[in-house]
């Protein structure tokens, strides 16, 4: 499966953004969980999409995730 390439996390942690939003890609599963301040683990230049691959949902076992920034948290610190 080819995923789509998301924004790096310089560029989300420019927009204001720290917490990162992480869904399950089991159809049957679709947990979501949110991370505050997970943004700032990871280097400036990486792609968000390049990290999506290494998370393993603790619900149900499924590799690979769909991480996206948490937008709505952002504008609630603003």
Not at 25 to 40: E, G, M, N, S
Request: charged residues 30%; glycine residues 6%.
């Amino acid at each position: 499966m080819t995923r789509l390439q998301k924004i790096t996390f310089g560029e989300m942690r420019a927009a204001g953004v720290r917490n990162v939003l992480i869904y399950c890609t089991d159809d049957t599963c679709c947990r979501c969980i949110t991370v505050p301040d997970d943004a700032d683990r990871w280097p400036d230049e990486l792609w968000i999409s390049d990290v999506e691959d290494k998370f393993v949902c603790t619900a149900c076992g499924q590799r690979g995730a769909d991480i996206r920034p948490d937008w709505a948290a952002a504008k609630t610190r603003a």
